[in-house]
């Protein structure tokens, strides 16, 4: 349902989102817009604001929501998009890195820049 939800902000239909290789211009079309940082930018600005058109918050709701982290089962658009502090577990367990996300922190905690104490 999300990546439904994210391809329509997109303008994409469902099987573009999922099934890139099936079109040669689309692939350009991202392959270009990854090494240009102008086009991704302009990606970037446009998508966030088909998103905060598409799930607008009320302003109380959204200060409430502002400074603080939050876990918005299957939002992840509009926490992107509203800027929302999202925990990295949430977004690491989303991902499947939590693995490797472990594994650095372990590293890093056995390293001589941990916190001592």
């Known amino acids: 349902m999300a990546v439904c939800r994210v391809a329509g902000h997109l303008g ?3 099987t573009q ?3 890139p290789a099936g079109s040669v211009s689309a692939m ?3 392959a270009h817009q990854l090494i240009s940082p102008g086009d991704r ?3 970037v600005r446009k998508t966030r604001s088909n998103v905060l058109k598409a799930e607008p918050l009320p302003r109380g709701s959204l200060a409430l929501l502002r400074g603080t982290q939050w876990h918005l089962s299957g939002e992840i658009a509009v926490v992107w998009a509203y800027r929302l502090n999202w925990p990295v577990a949430c977004a690491a367990e989303l991902l499947g890195v939590h693995v490797w996300l472990d594994n650095k922190d372990a590293e890093f905690l056995a390293s001589r820049r941990a916190p001592q104490g």
Do not use: E, I, R
């Open 12 to 14: 994409a239909s469902f």
């Open 41 to 43: 930018s302009k990606l």
């Open 17 to 19: 989102v999922v099934h």
């Open 28 to 30: 350009v079309s991202d």
